[in-house]
């Protein structure tokens, strides 16, 4: 007798891929990124514990947290090779561990130690062999209502930072630092082994279903050679970042900087991320109707106007109104680069291009934090660095509206 998993299990329709397993395999991936994107939470709650134990400057178990992020980036590229050829449960359940080992690493040594497990255990090996694939992996499972299902999915890192900060601090203040990355690294482990090999099996094949007209390997896109497409999406994903990571990384210091308490600051990036978990099922809808390009342009112009709405309004209540709209309109970016790509690139491509994708966007995320602090420092106020924002969010609408209108001319054309 052969046992087969849920998402196994989930009967074809004569007319679309989608079945109750598919949305089975999208809630559990949910909860997974939800879980493996809390593990680099804990240097950021601890952070001042840890320098002082450290014997270090803050600027290490920051330089921790930036190398687990940029190591998922970096890592996706290979992962997704990986888990065309092995599985995608078995690359889960690999970036599990190492994710545990990791933060067992940090945990136990020194500088060193905590520099390598979150740089190279929780992010290039760990959580890049959950990122990407689960995104290429998710997407195959869906073709009616892909937007949806990738925004929410998508949400379980917000979810992460919702969930876990309160929890660390509890753990930390109660057990230390170490011990409380001990401890969810077993937690970890526990919660997306059996997740990963019970839900996630083979994705349905989409020839002759849902996805009739999926475009054809080697094809003309958009009129023009594939890679000049995916060249100018991975330049629009790191130009659209490069502005979403300025108020994301810098909000609670602008606010102090025009008086407003630090307290309240945090309030307002929490009402930034709140909206922006909220929006990602409407804009899922809108990506289902109007497509993947179309919807990162309705995002970016959205970005843009609260860019210039930080620029413009110096009072709190003004400011919380500006972060709202900036959450609302941000939250739809990422997601939609990976339905435009599954929209316009075969289907077997998904497992390059879309990490390929990440990897840039995560690099603009990197970037745009660090370029608003040397302008800061150069400048010495937040308007020069939100403007230059507002310059580079206006040249990402700018290459976006090229491929939009490429692609109303193509489908014109035929």
Known sequence: ???????????????????????????????????????PGITVVALKQIAADLGSTRSV?????????????????????????????????????????GLALASLGGQTALLIGHGVFIGLLGNAGINAPLYVYVSRWFDRRRGSAVALISSGMYLAGVIWPTLFERGIATLGWRQTMLIYSVFEVAAILPAALIVFGPAPEVSGVGDAAEPRPGARVLGWPPRVVQALLCLAGFLCCIPMAMPQGHLVAFCSDLGISASHGAA????????????????????????????????????????????????????????????LGFSCIIPAYVVAIRDVFPSAEASWRVPTLLLFSGSGMAGGGWLAGVIY??????????????????????????????????WWRD
């Open 1 to 39: 007798m052969t046992v087969t998993s849920a998402a196994e299990r989930g009967a074809l329709r004569p007319d679309t891929i989608e079945t109750r397993a598919s949305w089975v395999v999208a809630l559990t991936a949910l909860g997974i990124y939800a879980v493996s994107f809390g593990a």
């Open 61 to 101: 178990p920051s330089l921790a947290f930036s190398l687990a992020w940029f190591g998922a980036a970096v890592g996706g590229v290979g992962m997704g090779w990986l888990a065309e050829r092995i599985g995608i449960r078995w690359v889960v359940v690999g970036g599990a561990f190492s994710i545990a080992a």
């Open 268 to 327: 307002m990036l929490s009402v930034l991320l709140a909206c922006a978990v909220v929006s990602r099922q409407f804009w899922g809808f809108v990506a289902d109707r109007y497509g993947g390009l179309s919807t990162i342009l309705a995002g970016s112009v959205c970005q843009i106007v609260a860019m210039i709405g930080f620029l413009l309004t110096q009072d709190e209540a003004g400011l919380f109104a500006v972060a709202a709209v900036f959450g």
């Open 377 to 410: 420092d150069y400048a010495g106020f937040y308007g020069a660095a939100f403007a230059a924002g507002v310059g580079v969010n206006l040249v990402h609408i700018l290459v976006i509206s090229t491929l939009v209108l490429r692609r109303r001319w193509t």
